[in-house]
């Protein structure tokens, strides 16, 4: 199930996010990794530095894009202007496949520039699966939304969260960035089993799979992406491979970024568990 047509049915691997902290190092020692991973909207730009690293990384790495602004959610229109800069973007990098956040976030043109939670209902999904099949048409790449960690639930909620995530990928007919720091995080903070939601979504829909670090507090967990990643979410990914099959891996390491090559042992610590199935298999 690695490849799929949700990520266009290519094998990526194990990846790390293109941070700046980071440029010097990939550009002058040009280390082997299987793939990076942008956030869309930092490279959405008709010019400058950021095209010009950018287009050094093409030269060498395979790039997926990852944004953080199109709120699927929102009760507001696509943003077109943002679709046709996000075009341009495609194009350039040929990323197979594209992701973005199961969120809402803009109202009336006005942006938050936060990944808020939605309630889970039938005319939430219906409206998400629209949007994100609309995005997809007009981009002509596939995508696959990802499931946010949360804070707060709505009461209308009509379904767990993770047979929302199901009832929207299965609307719209995309695929899962299943991010199981999201998971482990939202877990916590709203009382429910993580493996029950691994069990029950569409494994064979999923494209790609987050795994990162965050903050734990007595009462909550935040989703900083300033640690390692901890060993119940490396348990959880461990599972979740086990239904989905070897996935592109992407560590998200946002806040307080160490060195490139410690990060770089981080993410490849995901190989010891994609592995796994496939030993098992044989």
């Known amino acids: 199930m690695p490849a799929n047509r949700f990520n266009a049915f290519t094998d990526y691997g194990v990846g790390i996010g293109l941070r700046i902290p980071h440029y010097q190092h990939i550009l002058r020692k040009k280390p082997v990794v299987d793939w990076f991973e942008i956030i869309s909207e930092n490279f959405m730009v008709d010019g400058g530095r950021p095209l010009e690293i950018l287009d050094q990384i093409l030269e060498q790495y395979r790039v997926v894009q ?46 938050t520039h936060d990944l808020l939670p939605m309630p889970y209902t039938f005319a939430a999904a219906k409206v998400a699966a629209r949007k994100i099949r609309e995005a997809r048409d007009f981009l002509e790449v596939p995508i696959a939304v990802e499931n946010v960690s949360s804070y707060a639930e709505f009461h209308v909620s009509e379904m767990t969260e993770w047979e929302f995530l199901t009832e929207v990928v299965e609307r719209a007919d995309c695929g899962i960035l299943l991010d199981v720091n999201n998971i482990h995080v939202s877990a916590f903070n709203h009382g429910f089993d993580p493996y029950q939601y691994l069990n029950h979504i569409p494994a064979e829909r999923v494209a790609q799979i987050h795994i990162a670090g965050h903050s734990q507090y007595r009462k909550y967990i935040l989703d900083t992406h300033d640690h390692a990643v901890i060993e119940p979410v490396w348990q959880l990914y461990a599972h979740a491979v086990r239904r989905t099959g070897q996935t592109a891996t992407l560590l998200e390491w946002d806040a307080h970024i160490p060195s490139f090559d410690e990060v770089h042992r981080e993410a490849l610590k995901a190989n010891q568990f994609i592995q796994r199935p496939q030993a098992a298999a044989a």
């Open 66 to 111: 990852h944004g953080v602004s199109m709120y699927f959610g929102s009760s507001d229109r696509l943003n077109r202007e943002h679709l046709k800069k996000l075009k341009r973007l495609v194009r350039r990098t040929k990323t197979p496949w594209l992701s973005d956040h199961l969120c809402w976030g803009s109202v009336d043109g006005r942006y």
